[in-house]
């Protein structure tokens, strides 16, 4: 290959990474703007969380090594071979979705849970409920993490920034968690018929001794989340682990997920000590915290509005909310949504038109009824 045939090869290389981690390009960029209106010096260093950090690295680390045994797929194809009909077939793949993102954060509930359903749906020639089945596992991706600290990583944030105590994190995510299971089972049963299928056992095995290592290891990443053990042993004990028994778990962890939090770090801070920002977001969110999150989240996603916004009030409870509930409406409105957006179109070409106008109808549907259910739970409470 000559040079000159090298060179397209490149670009369209650097083109396609940047296209993929658009969001932290974009809040790197946001970083630099704002280090000249706020020049970097000593208070820069309090920025950075790095216990959020950590607990973000290892419960991605031990997840990674579980993906690549299978061990939550196997689980998930058994659990489905249990039903023998359309509608609940369905239906547990939702659910299984919707726990997953509480246990291995929703962007990895979704890598591992998407290809089951594509599959069981093709196997049993269901190709029709594609589009329903994937928009609502992207739902249940986005409403299942929002009811533990490490199910989503704004939550990781928000419960390590503001040092909300467990119980009352959990209590504060409550009501709409509930009304998300409720809200995605009553449109299962409207949307999916109980016609009888059958899928097969399938030859993919797990790893029992590697399986056992990682649980252990993913028990510890929790103790970390919960405060339970000091984070500095995780990242100490987690990568040596990983080094030994699997080594490219290390390197598929999502480092540009890591990055992107340090760069809206950055932002967010800078934007924190400029007067006229701080007085305009303070007076916003002030008027109405869980409205103007939402919002926030439909425009700049929600991990980075859960990063900015929490700048400027200490009204932790509806920030926590309004960027939970947040990741539904529109596609950028979680960054988990692109990764579906993505699966259905590779396994779908042409049919991208179809899934988003689908796709926005049931998202801005939950968003509104869930928005107002949560505005008069606030007022009751």
Do not use: W
């Amino acid at each position: 290959m000559t040079e000159t045939e090298q060179k397209p090869s490149v670009i369209k290389n650097i083109l396609h990474y940047v296209k993929k981690n658009a969001v932290m390009f974009i809040a790197l960029v946001a970083a630099l703007i704002t280090s000249f209106i706020v020049p970097p010096d000593k208070e820069y260093l309090g920025y950075f969380d790095l216990r959020t950090l950590t607990c973000l690295f290892c419960v991605l680390a031990v997840v990674c090594a579980l993906k690549n045994i299978k061990f939550f797929y196997m689980i998930a194809r058994k659990i489905v071979r249990f039903f023998k009909n359309t509608r609940m077939s369905i239906l547990v793949l939702i659910y299984i979705t919707f726990i997953g993102s509480m246990l291995i954060a929703n962007d990895m509930a979704l890598l591992t849970f998407l290809p089951l359903g594509h599959r069981v749906l093709v196997t049993t020639k269901k190709e029709k409920y594609m589009a329903f089945t994937f928009i609502m596992q992207n739902i249940a991706a986005n409403l299942g993490g929002m009811l533990t600290p490490f199910g989503n990583p704004q939550n990781l944030y928000l419960y390590s920034h503001f040092e909300i105590p467990t119980l009352e994190f959990m209590g504060i995510m409550a009501p709409a968690f509930c009304l998300s299971v409720a809200l995605m089972t009553v449109c299962c049963f409207i949307f999916v018929r109980p016609e009888p299928f059958e899928i097969g056992e399938g030859t993919t095995k797990s790893d029992p001794k590697k399986a056992a290592i990682y649980l252990v290891l993913f028990a510890l990443a929790i103790l970390i989340v919960f405060r339970g053990v000091p984070y500095i042993i995780g990242l100490i004990i987690i990568p040596i682990v990983l080094l030994i028994f699997d080594r490219k778990a290390l390197l598929e962890v999502d480092y540009p997920l890591l990055l992107t939090f340090v760069f809206f770090f950055i932002f967010a801070g800078n934007m924190g000590r400029i007067e006229a920002v701080r007085d305009l977001f303070s007076m916003l969110l002030g008027k109405n915290t869980l409205i103007f999150s939402v919002l926030s989240c439909q425009i700049i996603s929600n991990v980075p509005s859960a990063i900015m916004l929490s700048q400027f009030t200490n009204n932790y409870a509806d920030l926590l909310v309004g960027v939970n509930i947040g990741g539904t409406g529109t596609l950028i409105a979680s960054l988990a949504s692109l990764i579906t957006f993505r699966k259905y179109v590779s396994y779908n070409p042409g049919k991208a038109g179809y899934y988003l106008l689908r796709f926005t109808a049931f998202n801005f549907a939950f968003l509104i009824i869930l928005t107002v259910f949560s505005l008069v739970v606030g007022t009751l409470m």
